[in-house]
């Protein structure tokens, strides 16, 4: 599968999941139930837990000693995300009351056509994915009416879907799931742009699409550990983790328990010691990969003066001295060998000090798991916009670097 036909696939953090378990199980990989006991036979596996999956691969022979290394990522994208009671009218036009998740470039919605994705649960607990067509848009103001208008988060950015006298939106959804409303008590829905990805530029090398922060790691990590040899002592990982735009405080989030305990069982199906475990973590290592900032040619003095990551410019190694993002020294050795090995260029980014500084899930990897962690992403422009851009050209570097981090 093609990057934009895994974006399209995935229009929500429970959709991209569900695209992985697809891909990986066509791929001979065997789903884990964390119910069930665990499977350490040899071979690829892996385990979803609602937006997240994490999947690995192990060895048919025992190694001597076994260390890890681990891809981790992010399914969910900045956006809007439907209120447990979102039915709402004004002046005629029936609207959908959406909470804002985490930090979307809100104007960049605003006259967009966007769908809902996610899952709806039953009473009884069943849970189903469903995804709309293109429903609803934030409405613009034409600025004759009020030509200093600031966005109001709550009063601004409802969008419609239809005039008051149509169906009530749940009503909608059910039917188009093929159920009734009474059949949808909860339900996580997500706005997604139904615009597909586009090969843009004058020499069509940029993609523009919605979600390619962080859709674009996920793809690439995916075709990492497809490739990866698990006969090789190093066992593939490759952690997909949700709720990163919201700081990852959750049950399937990177700050959250989940990839710990895949791991912890995959060290006792291993027969390690406690010793032993914690042998194979120092052996061990991660790389967070989540896309970042490429220089913006119109706020050029955003970006500190002597690093300026262009797209096309080949992945970049993250860099910041307060630990948001945990590369060291030693990681961006780690880094630089590994893409001089398979020549795939290398950027570097650190932030101006005057600017903040973002974040991923790369602190939390290290803190939580104590294994050496670098942050990695490739260069996009008009990160957490409704519609991102990105190379072609870095997607297809990442994939070639992911893949020799596995193999190390
Ligand atoms: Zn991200």
């Known amino acids: 599968m093609g990057l934009t036909d895994f974006i399209t696939q995935s229009p929500s953090a429970y959709h991209t999941s569900a695209t992985v378990a697809r891909t990986l199980t066509e ?48 399914t969910d994208s900045a956006g809007f995300k439907l209120k447990p009671n979102p039915q709402h009218y004004s002046a005629g036009w029936a609207q959908a ?7 979307p470039a809100v104007h960049s919605w605003v006259d967009r056509e966007f769908g809902l994705a996610g899952r709806v649960v039953s009473k009884t607990g069943e849970q189903r994915l469903i995804s709309t067509e293109a429903w609803l848009r934030i409405p613009g103001l034409a600025p004759h009416l009020d030509p200093d208008l600031s966005l109001d988060r709550q009063r601004h950015l409802m969008p419609i879907y239809a005039l008051a006298d149509s169906l009530p939106l749940m009503q909608a959804l059910a039917e188009g799931a093929d159920l009734t409303p009474e059949d949808i008590v909860g339900h996580d829905l997500f706005a997604y742009i139904t615009q597909p990805p586009e090969l843009i530029g004058l020499d069509k090398t940029w993609l523009a699409s919605g979600r390619l922060d962080n859709l674009v790691s996920v793809y690439t990590g995916m075709q990492a550990l497809m490739e990866a040899d698990p006969e090789l002592g190093a066992i593939p990982v490759l952690a997909c983790l949700d709720h990163e735009e919201v700081g990852s405080g959750s049950l399937s989030g990177a700050g959250g328990p989940f990839l710990e305990q895949v791991l ?7 027969g390690l010691a406690r010793d032993q475990v914690y042998r194979l973590r120092a052996r061990s290592a991660a790389v967070s990969v989540d896309a970042g900032h490429a220089v913006h040619p119109n706020f050029a003095d955003r970006h500190d003066p002597d690093a300026r990551p262009l797209l096309g410019g080949g992945p970049m190694v993250k860099v910041n001295a307060g630990q948001r993002y945990v590369t060291d020294g030693v990681g961006v050795a780690r880094w630089q060998g590994i893409c001089d090995s398979l020549e795939v260029p290398v950027q570097t980014f650190v932030s101006n000090n005057a600017v903040s500084c973002g974040s991923t899930i790369g602190p939390l990897l290290a803190a939580r798991l104590g294994i050496a962690t670098l942050d990695v992403g490739i260069p996009v422009l008009s990160m957490h916009s ?9 997607v297809d570097h990442l994939a070639t670097a992911l893949t020799g981090f596995l193999a190390q």
């Open 97 to 103: 009351g959406m909470e804002v998740y985490g930090s």
């Open 386 to 394: 409704a519609r991102e851009l990105c190379a072609t050209a870095d």
């Open 27 to 74: 791929c001979g990989f065997a789903a884990q139930l964390e119910l069930d006991p665990w499977d350490p036979s040899p071979g690829g596996h892996f385990v979803q837990r609602d937006g997240a999956i994490i999947a690995y691969r192990l060895p048919a022979k025992r190694v001597a000693e076994p260390r890890f290394r681990i891809i981790g990522t992010h």
């Open 264 to 270: 912890a069982r995959i060290e006792l199906g291993l």
